[in-house]
């Protein structure tokens, strides 16, 4: 594999952050509540935090993990990186076209990085 010719980061959008801030917020919020307004915390309630703090602590690692994508292009090779075990090259050679296309909700059926209803 030669060196990048090309190479661009793609960051995640504004929604997808502000859901992702707006869960974490959400968490931190109720785990707050139940310290403030819940005593003698007993083991349930250690437990139920535990539960929150595992579940925003899986959330911030898939921030991390999934917060762009990397596109490069060297002198064989279209590599596409999201992530850190998702990778995909492949040879220019079998590139047969490309265009432009504007990603919208109903032709890739959600948000974020996915394949297409069409094969795309």
Do not use: H
Request: with cysteine; charged share 20%; hydrophobic share 50%.
């Amino acid at each position: 594999m030669g060196y990048a010719k090309y190479s661009e980061w793609v960051s995640m959008g504004r929604l997808v952050k502000g859901l992702m801030l707006g869960t974490t917020i959400w968490i931190l919020v109720g785990v707050a509540l139940v310290f403030v307004f819940v005593e003698p915390l007993d083991f349930e309630e250690f437990i139920g935090i535990g539960v929150a703090l595992t579940v925003l602590v899986f959330i911030l690692l898939l921030f991390v993990n999934f917060r762009g994508i990397r596109i490069q292009i060297t002198s064989d090779k279209l590599i596409v990186s999201y992530g850190l075990l998702n990778t995909r090259s492949i040879k220019l050679a079998d590139v047969k076209s490309c265009r432009v296309v504007k990603a919208s909700f109903g032709r890739y059926a959600g948000i974020g990085i996915r394949y297409g209803l069409d094969g795309s």
